[in-house]
Structure formats: C-alpha cells, structure tokens
C-alpha cells in the first residue's frame, strides 16, 4: 500500500507527458507536397449516431481519392479530422485549429455545429461545406456553401408537388406543420412563411413544436384535427416523426390528410419505428440516392464501406459524407488546375479566395449521381439544388419523381428573418 | 495562509496583501509577461483555446461564489450564460450601442434573472434547489427560442465584434488581450470579496445557515446577493462569448455544459479563488488534447481498432480522469497545489 501512491502518481505523470507529446510527434512527421482539408463530424455526443458514419464516410472517401486516383492533380489530400463531440465550443477551436493548420477549406455535416462556428468562418474568409443544411447557414450568402438543399427547400419542393399533383380541391389547401424544436423544424418553417402564399397554401399557424424525445403527440395533434388541415407536414427526425404519424394514425387524423416529410425523417428508420402498415402512402423529399441504388458512384463507395466500417452498410449519411469529400476534391482539382498548387501551399486568406473564385465558384460536378449535381450559381450557396420526392409504399421507399430543383428563395429579404 | 520560514506579517498591510514576498512578485510578475506575450509565441488556434479558457474562467469563478463559497448548487449556469449572451447580442445587433454598455447590461440581466430564480433558495437547500435551478436552464433556453422577434428564435442571431471606441476586437490576439484583461479582473475581484464581510457570510450561510442565521446574517440578503454575483459574471461570460464566437443560437447553451461547470469547479476545489482556474484550464485542455492530438492519433496509427472505438475512447477516457480525479483527489488541484506548496516550504523535512 505504501508504494501504490508513487506508482499511481509516476502513470499519471507519465500519461500526461505522453498526450503533452502527441503534437510533437505529429510535427516531426515527414512534410510532402498536399492539399488539406478540414473535416468536422460529432463522432461523439447527442448525434453521434449520424456523426460517426458520416465520419467514416468522409475519411474512407479521401482514403480512395489518395490510393486509387493518386490524390487530387498529383497531390495527395491530407484530411485533418477532428470529432466535435456535438459541443459548440469544441467545434469553434476545431475551425480556429482547421485554419491555423493551413486547411483550404472545411467541412462539417451537422447545421448546428456550422451554425456554431459560421460567423468565425466568414469572418476569416475561410470556406466552409455544410452537409445537413438550414437557410440561416447560408443566406445571405458569404463563405459557408450548403453541400445539399436546406431544410426549406424541403418544404417548397413538396409544396409545389402537392400543388402540381395531388390537392384537386377547389381554393387553397390548409397545411398543418408540426416541427422538431430547432434548426432542422424551423427551417421548413421559414420555407413556408416565404413561400406559401405564392404557391397558394394557407398555413395553419402557429406550428405545432416537439422535442427529439417525444412519446406522445396527441394533444397537438387533437388541436390540428380541429383546424381540418388537408396537408400535415413533419421536419424532423425519424424516432418523433414516427410518433407523431402513429398518433395521427390513431386519431383518424390519417389516412385522410396527405403527410409529407423533410429529409430528415424520411429513413428506413421511420419504416422500421413506424410500421409499413401505419406509414403507407406517407410522402417525403431526400436529395441522395438510396443506398445500392445503380449510380456510378455508388460502387466504390460501398466496396470501402464494406472494407473499412461494414457497420455502416446501408447508412444513407454515409453516402452523403462520401459525397461530400468527393466535391471537395472536385474543388481542390478545379482550384489547382486554375491558379496552381503554390497559392493553395500558403493555406492563408489568399488561398481560401482561390478556393472560393476557381474552385467553388467553377463548379460543375455530378458527384457520381449520388445525389444532384454540385455546381453555383451566383447569389446561391446551395450547391446541389435538388430533392427528389419519394413515397413509402408497401414498406418500401420509392421515387415518384425525378430531381425536382428547389428554387432560391431570399429568405434575408423578409424582416422576420435573424438579422 | 501559511508563509515561509523566516516570513512575518509587522502591518496590517502585508497581512492583507495576496502577494507577500519578493519570490511571489517575481513569479507573478513572469506569469504576466508569459502571459501577455502569448500573442507572439501562440497561434491563432492555441489563442482560440486560451480565450475560451479565460470566458470559461470568468463563469466557473462565479459559479464557484455561487456554489464553492455561498452553497447554493446552481446547475443551470449555461442558462444564465445564455441571458449574457442574448443580451449583448441584443443590444448591439438590433439596437447597435456600444460594447461595453452591452458587457455591462448582459451581467446586469443575467444577474437580475438569478435573483429571480435564486428566490426559493430561501425556502429550500440542497437537491431541491438543483432542481429549481435546471428550471432556470429550461425556461431561459424556451424564451430565447420562441421570442423570435427579440433574439431570432431557432434561427439564432449575429452578433458584432467587441469594439471600444474606434478600436475593433477583430484579430484572436486583440480578442485575447481584451478577455484575459476582463477574466483577471474577475478573478481579482473573487479573491477579495471571499476576505471581505459579504464573502465570510457566504462561507457561514454553506457551512451552517441555521448558525449563520443565529449569529445575525440575513440569509436571504446574502444567498440573492450570491445569486447575483455568481449569475452577473455568467452574463459577463456569456456577452464575451457572444462577440468571440459571432453568432449565437440557444443549442450552444445545454444542460450538458452546465454539468461541466460543476465538474470544473469539484475538479478544481470549490471555495477556492484557485480552484475554477485549475479545473477549467485542466477540463479544457483535456478536451482539447483528446479531441485534437489523442482520437486523431488513434485512428492514424491503430488502423485494427474495431469501428468507432477511437471517438469512443474520448468520452470514455474524459470520464475516467475526472472519476480518478474525485477518487485521489476529492478536495481538488487547489488542494492538492496546497500540498505541494508545503511541501516545497517545509522540504527537506516531511513534517
């Protein structure tokens, strides 16, 4: 007993000099020629379990791009990881690390943690990919570009469907919202204040709110029985959106109104919560492929899944992270075709402009046809445009539409969007 | 305290003064020079750290009045962050006034709200006032989310650069120098009031408040007096870090970030000046160190580690540390510093 105390102190002195020395090991790693990139994903915390393969998606994704296509134009991609732990101020060091490291760009797959740490990235100039996109990210537009449509986009796209479709009644329809208490409800939310007049919606406000946990929605739902909506959309995630249908299900609610879904919810999750029987005929948009679908990216992603995170097989966010490194190489290619690879080995603010004005801007990519293409528009951040509309039919997920493009809508332009 | 061999108080002075001797001079006059020349030798990501360590500091030095010196457990202190926060943001987005009058009224409301929530701490100790407390974390965050016209709702809101004057905090050096300045300030002002009638009060009201009551201490002055100390350095905090990071939405505010405050200040040893300061410098850093050389080095050279077990080792790994800490050391570094102090005063003799 007498010696333990020395023993416990010396380890812990010992581990302590071992994590102190960490960066110095990695400094003292042998420098070649590369481009950096910054990757961000909650690999831990309350999302890690979209973070963690969305991770791997990136990482394996960059492993293919340096051992199969010998880097991007000769150089191969160094990605600098860091796991943010779904934590606000992890992620505002992580960007500050990605741009003291010298990155050309970053990205994160989460709206939340590229809510958390936009304004850093604007105000430095430093290009950033958001993959799980809301409006606030990138309108109005400055250095953060949405990888795929917002969570208003979403909206609009089923919106218009449901115009162009399904609603035969005379006047307008009555759309119900019930939203998830953040970025990714308020998002449709937005969507429908900017836009449901146009297309000739009447909103039934205020939103009915839930929270991630919820267990029961009866009494919301009861309270938008009574306003006789036609429509019912849901932004959320799969576990609330399951509940809220099942309820629905259960108070006639429906079938009887047409349900839609955000990108968010529309999973084999929800079919699998759910019930096939109980989210029969339920619409939703999705702006990827499904996974195994016979697009020619598709295969080397799936052949790296299995090699390197089979537990991933069939995870749809790790299409969309794969994707996600695939465009950023597309961007590295354009820029170092365009200026040279000596303006990107600075990694400073003159390197990010060139990312921005000849590789992002220059854009023009079909990401294999995992899901729209990549290209800009000016005045337009989102980079994929489009969402396809899909319908849960006997248990199954299908399309009932090709891509839909999802217009640009300025939410800046409304004075009840954050200053 | 006890001094040196050799080391006497003959005034009241020098018995009232925080640095003592010639060594304590220099030594703090070294630190401040190491300190304040961070900008040279540090980067902007290792700056970065720094400021969130020293806005950290400034709410877990409040946390630590609060809870360390005045016994009142607060476990919704991200929230009163949060009031900070939004009220800076307010005040100099929407209504474009000056800095430091939004630093000045984001501790002012933060503080106000606390005593507003600090009420049943009359009535009620203990594990009955965590709770009213974590309805303080709730409440605030579903105010700041549905009065969208005031703070952006889930949407969020921007919020300009610190300025003073025609001088702008833009770069994390400047940003750097003007956070340390404020959290030394703090920690100055913590130092004092715990030697001061009001900070003796609380000690009295956390170690008994039935005999502090008997020896003529107004319980409930003091406990909302505490309440408003503890939550207007939150606000503090929280207007820092409004105009640090540049954006604000209430997710940045969880339940989960409250907790850690309270782990910082047992880590580090309540009712201690020294305390937060370690526990926050040793929570932070820890979280950066794993986060940014550990997983990453995991996931490079052990390319066999089953699927996940990298990213998973950290949160294992953080709660591992912080239960040994409370099991070696449950009286905190500040304690153990103490020892070591001692030890270094009394060397070569054990006792």
């Not at chain 2, 050799?6 to 006059?29: E, K, P, S």
């Not at chain 2, 005040?91 to 507003?116: Q, W």
């Amino acid at each position: 007993m007498k010696h333990k105390r020395p023993i416990i102190v010396a380890g812990a002195i010992l581990l302590a000099v071992m994590l102190a020395a960490l960066p110095f090991v990695s400094a003292c790693a042998p420098k070649e020629k590369t481009l950096k990139i910054g990757i961000t994903t909650p690999s831990t915390g309350a999302a890690a379990e979209k973070g963690s393969p969305m991770g791997h998606g990136n990482l394996d994704a960059i492993e293919y791009i340096n051992t199969e296509l010998g880097g991007v134009a000769g150089y191969p991609v160094e990605a600098v990881w860091l796991d943010n732990g779904y934590d606000a101020a992890k992620v505002v060091t992580n960007v500050k690390k990605f741009m003291d490291d010298g990155c050309l760009l970053f990205a994160t797959s989460s709206s939340k943690m590229m809510s958390a740490t936009m304004e850093i990235a604007n105000r430095a100039e430093f290009p950033g990919l958001v993959c799980f996109n809301a409006p606030v990210l990138h309108r109005p537009p400055q250095h953060i570009y949405g990888q795929m449509p917002d969570y208003g986009d979403d909206w609009a796209a089923f919106a218009a469907y449901y115009m162009e479709n399904i609603w035969k009644g005379p006047g307008k329809p009555r759309m119900a919202l019930h939203l998830l208490n953040n970025t990714t409800g308020y998002g449709a939310l937005d969507a429908a204040k900017a836009s449901a007049e146009r297309l000739g919606i009447e909103l039934l406000l205020p939103a009915a709110e839930h929270t991630p946990t919820t267990t029961s929605e009866i009494d919301s739902l009861t309270r938008i029985k009574t306003l006789n909506p036609d429509i019912l959309y849901i932004s959320s995630t799969p576990a609330p959106t399951a509940v809220i249908i099942k309820n629905a299900f259960e108070l006639g609610l429906y079938p009887g109104v047409t349900i839609g879904l955000g990108h968010a919810g529309i999973t084999k999750a929800l079919v699998d919560i759910a019930g096939a029987d109980i989210v029969e005929g339920v619409y939703g948009v999705f702006p990827t492929v499904n996974w195994g679908d016979d697009v020619p990216g598709m295969a080397k992603a799936v052949e790296y899944c299995r090699k390197l995170h089979p537990k991933d097989e069939g995870n749809l966010d790790y299409i969309t992270s794969w994707a996600q490194s695939m465009i950023m190489a597309e961007i590295l290619r354009l820029t170092v075709e365009n200026v040279g690879y000596d303006v990107l080995a600075k990694g400073d603010v003159e390197s990010w402009r060139a990312i921005e004005t000849y590789g992002i801007q220059r854009l023009n990519y079909d990401v294999g046809g995992l899901h729209g293409p990549a290209s800009y528009t000016p005045g337009d951040n989102r980079l994929s445009k489009s969402v396809r509309i899909f319908q849960i039919q006997s248990g199954e997920i299908n399309p009932v539409t090709d891509w839909v493009e999802a217009p640009l809508v300025k939410y800046e332009e409304f004075e009840w969007f954050g200053k | 305290m006890s001094l040196p061999s050799g080391t006497r108080n003959y005034t009241y002075a020098q018995d009232m003064a925080i640095l003592r001797t010639r060594t304590h001079w220099v030594l703090f006059f070294g630190f401040l020079v190491l300190l304040f020349t961070a900008p040279l030798y540090l980067g902007n990501y290792w700056l970065g750290v720094a400021n969130l360590i020293g806005i950290t500091l400034i709410a877990a030095t409040g946390l630590n009045i609060l809870t360390g010196y005045c016994g009142q457990l607060s476990i919704g202190h991200a929230g009163f962050i949060a009031v900070g926060a939004y009220t800076s943001a307010i005040l100099t987005n929407r209504l474009e006034l000056p800095f430091l009058v939004g630093l000045i009224c984001a501790g002012l409301t933060a503080g106000f709200i606390g005593l507003i929530f600090g009420i049943p701490s009359v009535r009620v100790k203990g594990f009955y006032l965590a709770i009213t407390t974590i309805a303080a974390q709730f409440i605030i965050i579903w105010v700041i989310n549905h009065w969208s016209a005031l703070t952006g709702g889930f949407v969020g809101i921007k919020v300009p650069y610190a300025s003073i004057g025609s001088f702008v905090f833009k770069s994390e050096a400047s940003q750097f120098y003007l956070i340390i300045t404020i959290t030394a300030l703090c920690i100055f002002f913590a130092k004092n009031l715990a030697r001061t009638k009001v900070g003796r009060a609380f000690i009295a009201v956390r170690d008994n408040d039935l005999a502090a009551q008997v020896m003529g201490i107004n319980l409930f002055y003091y406990k909302l007096l505490a309440f408003f100390i503890g939550c207007f350095m939150a606000g503090i905090a929280g207007s820092l870090l409004a105009h640090w990071i540049g954006f604000m939405n209430a997710e940045q505010f969880s339940l989960t970030e409250s907790i850690l405050y309270i782990g910082m200040i047992i880590i580090g040893g309540l009712g201690t000046t020294l305390g937060p300061i370690l526990g926050v410098v040793f929570i932070r850093l820890l979280q950066q160190i794993l986060t940014v050389e550990f997983v990453p080095f995991l996931e490079r050279t052990i390319t066999a580690l089953p699927s996940g077990f990298a990213t998973g080792v950290t949160p294992m790994l953080f709660g591992l540390v912080i239960v040994l800490f409370l099991v070696l050391e449950p009286r905190g570094l500040a304690h153990r510093w103490a020892l070591l102090k001692s030890a270094y005063r009394l060397w070569p003799f054990s006792y």
